[in-house]
Structure formats: structure tokens, C-alpha cells
């Protein structure tokens, strides 16, 4: 069976994976813009440095170069700091730079500017040029320069590194509040999202009860106070349960008529045929009882499924069970028959009172007629939500295919007793026009059950 698809759920999953798309999109937005902003402010110190040892180089009298004003952040004094600048030839020599000064805190590793960053600033002398490098365990970030001293053969290379552990480590520490924030409004969003959808839902919820209200007979219109959306639906539903009631007793004038029309004539022809004896009027006489049978079933059927399709019916269980039980026990009295009766308070029936009256009496009369004096009728809710009422007898009951055979129409349980053989028939289509079930079994009392299922309201037991 396919499960049924929550339309709420859809609602917020939608919405949920939408708003979870847009916070992880802004997350990575943001995150990559602030790691922008920090290299940008590293690069632009890198590069104030590398300007300062421009302005300060020099050459002394033996021609070698030096630095006698050099960047003032106490940084570059101490060993292995982490910031390091060095000033170099750069020579048209297989080693590519020659001899050079350098700031205290290189100590005595080499810092040495990868081959791709002496290519971008050999091809691009006078401009500041970028590079991340590794020195022993350090991740630096080396800014270069390509200068001309006066009176000076060679050009001189200008780096300042720096170690970037620090801007990712502020990088990180943004990047787990961002997450943490970003969690906080997607939690916000989803709680929101919730409640915007159980609040856009609602009126379509009050609309069901509503509609359930109607058909357990507790109010008989939609209130068509709703929001503009729904204002035309609560309408037109109102209309069509009016039109639905209005079919109904249609239909109901429409049978009465017809039976007021075909019982006359019926009668006259039973009449007259009793009064002449003869072949032609045995004939008249048995053509016209099975037409009466016919009418008076058929009748019957459309009657219960006009009922059967009305909204609104409710009848409760306990009160009729009451009347018939004593109703029969009065009536067969004479014969010996004891009928008893036990039932669940407040059972409700989703239907008319009559074809409650009709389900129980026909099955309990049956009993009574066939039976062996012992009739016991109970009632009670089960767990599909339905109402079960059995009806059973102590007399010598049915067995396999005349378990069958007795709520077709027509069939007869004893030729001997009066009857129509319509009454079962009419038991099992009025049960199945309700959607209910009427089935035939062995008693435990040793004579026949029958065993009715009926919808019940939902404020039954």
C-alpha cells in the first residue's frame, strides 16, 4: 500500500534544502571574501617593508651592499621569528644571486626565493611580486622586488617573508564562528519554516475536522469564514453537500412514489386473481407475488443506498438494540424465545436510524424464526474503528456453501416459514452500501451468527 506523502513535509523539506543551499553558498562566500581581506592586508605589510628596504639600501665604499636603516619590527631582529628580509645581486652567473645582507632572524638557514617567483620579477622588474613558500617547517609568504641602484652593475633583488600561520589561524577561528552562526540561523530558519507551515496549514486542518464534523452528523455546513484562498473551496463544498442532500431526498420521494404507484395495481391483480379460480388466475396470483417480492427488495436497495450516501446520519446503537430486543421478545413470546442484549455505551452508527433498525431486526428475526429459542445480540468496538454487532442463535445453523448461498437474493433458509428470502440479501447490500460487511458463521451457542460490521462516528467508544 503507498504510504500517503505529507504535505507539510514537502513544505519544509523544500524549504529546508533551499535555505540550507543559500547558508552554505553565503558560507563560502564569506569565508573566502575574509581570507581575501587577510592576505590582502598581509601582502600590503609585506610590501610596506619591501619599500622600506628600498628607500634604505646602499652601497659602501667597497662596493658591498648594505642596509643601515632597516625595517624597525623588533620581529626581524629575533632568530627564527618567522619574518625574515634579505637584499642580494642578482648575478647573470649560474648561482643567479650573489652575495647579500639579511636580517638577523634568518640565523643560518638559507632563504632562498623559489625559481618561479625569480622569473616573475626578472620578467617584471620594479614591480612588487607574491609567492608562498616553504622553509623548513614554515609556510611563508615572500614578497619580491627587482631594483636598480645608482652606479651599480647588477640589479638588486629585495624579499620580505613572512610566516602565515598566524592569518590562518585567524582564518580557521572566523571560519568556526561563521560555522557556528550560520548552524544558529539554519536552526532559526527551520524553526521558522516550521512554524510558518503549520500556521499556512491550519486552516486546511480546521477545514478536514470540519468536513468530518458533517459526516458524523455534528454540523451540516463548512464554515465559510477562511482565508481568500480557501474561501472558494469552503463554497463550493457547501454547495455540493447541499446538492448531495437534495439527491438524497430525491431519491427518497422518488421511492416512496413509486412504491405508492406499484403497490395499487399489484393489489388488485392479487385481488382478483383470489376471487377466480383457475390455471390463468394461479398464474396471475404467482406473477404477481414474485413482482411484489421484486419491488419490495429492489425498492428497499435504492432506498439504503440513498441513505448510505447521505452526509451527516448518526444513530445510537444502544437504543435500537433495546427496542428490538424487546420488540421480539414480546413478539415471540409464545414460541419460547428468550432474546438478550448487551452493548457498549455510547456506540454511535455513521448512518439512518431506519437501516439500522432493518440490519438488526431482519438478522435478530431470522434468529428468533430459525433458532432454538436463544437469541443473543452484543455489541462493541473493534480495532479497525468499525462497529461489530453479532446476532446468534442456538438452533441448528448452516454449514459450508449454505453459508453462501443464504445472502443471495431470493435464497430461503426454511421453506417451511413464511418469508421472501430477501431479507438476508438486503442485510449484506445495505452493510456493503455503508461500507460495511455482513458474514454468516457457526455459533458457539451451535446455531448460525451473523456478524455485522458497521462505520461508527468518531466520538464512539
Request: proline letters at 4%.
Amino acid at each position: 500500500m503507498r504510504s500517503r506523502r505529507s504535505l507539510a513535509g514537502r513544505l519544509v523539506a523544500v524549504a529546508a534544502i533551499w535555505s540550507a543551499l543559500v547558508l552554505v553558498a553565503t558560507g563560502y562566500g564569506l569565508s573566502a571574501l575574509f581570507r581575501n581581506s587577510v592576505f590582502e592586508a598581509f601582502d600590503r605589510e609585506l610590501t610596506v617593508s619591501v619599500d622600506a628596504l628600498a628607500a634604505t639600501i646602499e652601497t659602501d665604499e667597497q662596493g658591498q651592499l648594505r642596509v643601515p636603516r632597516a625595517p624597525t619590527d623588533p620581529r626581524f631582529v629575533r632568530p627564527l621569528s618567522g619574518h625574515y628580509w634579505r637584499v642580494v645581486d642578482v648575478t647573470a652567473g649560474p648561482k643567479l644571486l650573489g652575495q647579500g645582507v639579511s636580517s638577523r632572524s634568518v640565523w643560518d638557514e638559507p632563504f632562498e626565493p623559489p625559481m618561479v617567483l625569480l622569473e616573475q620579477v626578472l620578467a617584471q622588474p620594479g614591480t612588487t611580486q607574491t609567492l608562498e613558500m616553504n622553509r623548513n617547517k614554515e609556510r611563508l609568504r615572500v614578497a619580491a622586488r627587482l631594483v636598480q641602484l645608482p652606479s651599480r652593475n647588477s640589479q638588486t633583488l629585495l624579499l620580505v617573508g613572512a610566516d602565515i600561520g598566524e592569518a590562518v589561524a585567524a582564518g580557521d577561528r572566523f571560519n568556526l564562528a561563521l560555522s557556528l552562526g550560520l548552524l544558529a540561523l539554519a536552526l532559526g530558519l527551520l524553526g521558522a519554516i516550521f512554524l510558518q507551515v503549520q500556521l499556512g496549514l491550519e486552516p486546511l486542518r480546521r477545514m478536514g475536522r470540519e468536513l468530518a464534523m458533517i459526516r458524523n452528523g455534528e454540523r451540516d455546513r463548512l464554515d465559510e469564514d477562511a482565508p481568500r484562498e480557501l474561501a472558494p473551496l469552503a463554497g463550493e463544498l457547501n454547495a455540493l453537500i447541499s446538492h448531495n442532500q437534495e439527491v438524497v431526498e430525491r431519491a427518497r420521494t422518488h421511492v416512496g412514489n413509486l412504491a405508492h404507484a406499484l403497490k395499487t395495481p399489484l393489489s388488485v391483480l392479487l385481488n382478483e386473481s383470489r376471487q377466480n379460480k383457475g390455471e390463468f388466475e394461479d398464474l396471475v396470483a404467482r406473477q404477481a407475488q414474485a413482482m411484489t417480492r421484486q419491488v419490495e427488495h429492489y425498492l428497499k436497495r435504492a432506498s439504503a443506498a440513498a441513505r448510505a450516501e447521505s452526509l451527516g446520519a448518526r444513530t445510537p446503537v444502544g437504543p435500537v438494540i433495546e427496542d428490538v430486543s424487546r420488540t421480539l421478545g414480546r413478539l415471540f413470546k409464545a414460541e419460547g424465545v428468550k432474546v438478550t442484549a448487551k452493548f457498549e455505551d455510547n456506540l454511535v452508527f455513521r448512518g439512518e436510524k431506519e437501516d439500522l433498525e432493518d440490519l438488526i431486526g431482519n438478522l435478530s428475526e431470522n434468529a428468533c424464526k430459525y433458532g432454538g429459542g436463544l437469541v443473543e445480540i452484543d455489541a462493541r468496538m473493534v480495532a479497525t474503528g468499525q462497529i461489530e454487532i453479532t446476532i446468534e442463535d442456538d438452533g441448528e445453523g448452516l454449514e459450508g456453501d449454505a453459508l453462501v448461498a443464504a445472502v443471495k437474493r431470493g435464497a430461503r433458509l426454511d421453506e417451511t416459514l413464511p418469508g421472501s428470502g430477501l431479507g438476508l440479501s438486503i442485510c449484506d447490500e445495505l452493510a456493503r452500501a455503508y461500507g460495511g460487511s455482513l458474514k454468516l458463521d457457526r455459533s458457539d451457542l451451535g446455531g448460525l451468527r451473523a456478524r455485522l460490521l458497521l462505520p461508527a462516528t468518531e466520538n464512539s467508544v
